[in-house]
């Protein structure tokens, strides 16, 4: 039996309706897609065994793997695929994934084993945008929070909602028997004390380290952490981009080169990231970062001639608006950035409060929140599909609407060859770095500790942890 632990408890099983980023990691261990990624974010066959579009890249058909039944006994069909969809697609469903299921137009089953899916519009990456669509039994979701039917290499043995949950080995999952017999998730008290667990030999893996521990744990013989071969996720500030000053691309311009990204990754996210000088969503070792980039690297001279230029002048007041008793690298990054404003005769007010009150003030999109800086983070699949749909119009909560950028989206979803689409990608990467909808600091992990004899975990872009092929050394 393997325990892992977050400073976080699992308040529901539905990968639906999720509530939160780590029941996520519940996804490999219990739930099958029609697909899914590997270590590399390589896309590969799940539930389905391959899939196949037409010219129009507008219908496609997924041919579902034979033999494969959910751990109620019931055999999983197209049927149980369509059902799963319309689930989704429902409006009374509280689903995070709405914008990855809206493109399908109608959902059907095909000849023997297939689903056929037809677009909205042709999508040649349609196959990578539903990879976090778990398939259900929704015939049985009222035990989904007590025994839910699964298709993952584990069942649910016992569960406590925000305290714990006992996995064991689902014997009719239709894959590679997993190594371990069971695992076991729990929610512990508070993050200092997992890693104490951790160190005591108590926790076999530990999700979302303090960043603050991060390099201790890894100078301890016993321990390692874990990082995704590619990172998802990254720091995201929002600015109101209707609203006076940051309508202004130069304001927002500004702002770019007022932000000391080395400082922040230094002192706020205590080395753990990547920088990001081009102010890009995309990560600079993505195979699809590129294009012609204005370098955003600290510049405070030239912060103060675009504020100029945007009508901020000396004496000018923005607000950071943060979360009280969380997120401390969020205060940090604003304290970094008042400090660097205060320099060229621009006030930033520094303002905390309940998570409630702070998500209230810019979401959902369509607020107005003139002059404030929110600090915020992103978590993707990480290629440029999942990235950029974030920043589509209507999406953001940034407000930014950029029809060019959009239609560069449709036209790089359509586009069947690598190198045409890459080529799209590096274009809308350069709208991203003149227009500055978003800032990005730097690109960074939520980050998996564990003992040195646990073998086959894996971390993904979104900075998931993957236990379903783990095990013990020896």
């Not at 809206?102 to 909205?120: M, N």
């Not at 990172?231 to 080169?257: C, H, M, N």
Request: proline share 7%; hydrophobic share 40%.
């Amino acid at each position: 039996m393997l325990t892992i632990a977050a400073a976080q408890g699992l308040t529901g099983l539905n990968p639906v309706t999720k509530e939160n980023a780590w029941q996520e990691a519940l996804f490999p261990l219990m739930w099958n897609g029609l697909v899914k990624v590997d270590r590399n974010e390589r896309l590969e066959p799940d539930l389905a065994a391959s899939w196949k579009a037409d010219a129009s890249q507008k219908v496609w058909t997924f041919t579902l793997r034979p033999g494969v039944k959910f751990s109620n006994g019931k055999a999983l069909t197209a049927a149980d695929v369509v059902s799963t969809i319309e689930y989704y697609k429902d409006p009374g469903t509280a689903t995070q994934l709405k914008n990855n299921v809206a493109p399908i137009a109608t959902v059907e089953p095909g000849s023997g084993d297939s689903v056929v899916f037809t677009l909205k519009k042709p999508n040649a990456l349609f196959p990578s945008s539903i990879q976090m669509v778990k398939i259900v039994d929704t015939g049985a979701l009222a035990a989904m929070d007590k025994d839910p039917a699964v298709t993952g290499p584990f069942k649910v043995k016992e569960y406590v909602p925000n305290d714990h949950l006992v996995l064991e080995r689902n014997p009719g999952y239709f894959g590679t028997k997993p190594p371990l017999d069971g695992i076991k998730i729990v929610k512990a008290a508070d993050s200092s004390s997992a890693v104490t667990a951790l160190r005591a030999g108590d926790l076999d893996v530990l999700w979302s380290v303090p960043l603050s521990q991060v390099s201790s744990i890894e100078n301890d013989p016993r321990l390692a952490v874990v990082r995704p071969a590619v990172i998802g996720q990254y720091v995201s500030w929002e600015v109101d981009t209707t609203s006076p000053p940051f309508d202004d691309p130069k304001a927002r311009q500004a702002l770019a080169y007022a932000i000391d990204q080395a400082a922040n990754l230094k002192a706020a996210y205590f080395g753990q990231g990547i920088v990001s000088t081009t102010n890009n969503p995309l990560p600079r070792n993505s195979p699809d970062h590129g294009g012609a980039l204005t370098d955003y690297t600290y510049d405070l001279d030239k912060a103060k001639a675009l504020f100029a230029e945007a009508g901020i002048t000396q004496g000018s007041t923005l607000t950071w608006w943060g979360v009280a008793g969380q997120y401390p690298e969020w205060n940090i990054s604003g304290q970094i950035l008042q400090a660097s404003l205060k320099k060229i005769g621009i006030n930033l007010q520094i303002e905390n409060t309940d998570i409630a009150a702070w998500a209230a003030k810019f979401y959902p999109a369509g607020k107005k929140f003139p002059g404030m800086i929110i600090p915020n983070f992103q978590s993707f699949p990480a290629d440029p599909a999942n990235e950029f749909l974030f920043l589509l119009k209507g999406r953001c909560e940034c407000n930014w609407n950029n029809a060019g950028f959009d239609a560069l989206y449709e036209k790089a979803l359509a586009t069947a060859d690598d190198a045409e689409r890459r080529a799209i990608w590096h274009q809308m990467q350069e709208i991203v770095n003149r227009q500055v909808p978003i800032y990005v600091p730097l690109q960074f992990a939520t980050l998996t500790a564990a003992k040195r004899t646990v073998t086959g975990l894996w971390v993904d872009g979104a900075g998931n942890p993957h236990l379903e092929s783990a095990g013990f050394a020896g």
